[in-house]
């Protein structure tokens, strides 16, 4: 529409105006994600959002995203200024773990290294040993345990043990889950496949185990479209936020998508294949805080020094 239009060419001229560039994930408004490519920004997993905010040289980052990016670009660039178009976008997960009952967890388990997910707050990552994304944390868990450590995981428990299946670590898991993830259904995939036999399946680790079981690609985002790309089948059943299909049909054209089944729909089921907490970020708040400078993202510089080095350790990791 011309509103959507106009929207579009303000966010363009303010983000050359304030120097600001644009880091989006795939689950945000495709208009958003778009806009992010177009400009210089990046469209990607959490991994190589963080990675992309933390060397790029403009002094403001706007994450399109939910609160953990933003916390995290902070602590990586403490002198960036970090906007967010709501600040109010958290994540189930970050909610089910709180920093006071997750120390209490840690000190009851002196013995164990530390490995949290990134969609964690800036305090609980500053408790870890080390932060992982669904992209690099089957390797980096696999390598801790060649290590012989044994391990506290938080707060996502089908990532957990999705892991722990792969690498026979010994893992204590915390309890969490993906609102989002944990809504489709294992026996409605089964007849979901025997429908589409020649479809390949490809799933997020967030999802339950008997969905994962039946996945022929388990990963990131980023990993998911990869594989929607490079795999030689024409027929996807994917099974997270359908806010990425947009990249994966512009990535593989001539391809065909089918959305995971999930418990109920739209009308009975807020969370079901699309995270509400993404979904607040639109072109028009957006265009506002670009213009207003308001939603700055702020972590306690103290639990930043702290937060920062489970980070690195993964970026260093994967570098
Ligand atoms: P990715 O790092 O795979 O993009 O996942 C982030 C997320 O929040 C998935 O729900
Ligand atoms: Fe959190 Fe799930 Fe939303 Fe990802 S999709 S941000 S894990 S609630």
Known sequence: SEEKAELKERIRRLLKEKEAVLVAHYYVDPDLQDLAEETGGCVSDSLEMARFGRDHPAKTLVVAGVRFMGETAKILSPEKTILMPDL???????????????????????????????????AVKARADWMVTSSIGLDIVKHLHEQGKKILWAPDRHLGSYIQKQTGADMLLWQ????????????????????????????????????????DVVGSTTQLINAAVTLPATQFIVATDNGILHKMRAAAPGKHFIEAPTAGNSATCKSCAHCPWMAMNGLKNLAEVLESGANEVFVDPAIGKEAVRAIDRMLDFAA
């Open 88 to 122: 109010e976008a958290t994540c189930s997960l970050d909610l089910g773990c709180p920093a006071d009952e997750f120390a209490a967890f840690c000190d009851q388990h002196p013995d164990r290294t530390v490995v949290v997910y990134a969609n964690t707050s800036a």
């Open 176 to 215: 969490g889950s993906c609102i989002v993830h944990d809504e489709f259904k294992g026996i409605e995939l089964d007849l979901l496949k025997a429908e589409y036999p020649d479809a390949k399946v490809l799933v997020h680790p967030e999802s339950p185990a008997n969905v994962v079981a039946q996945a």
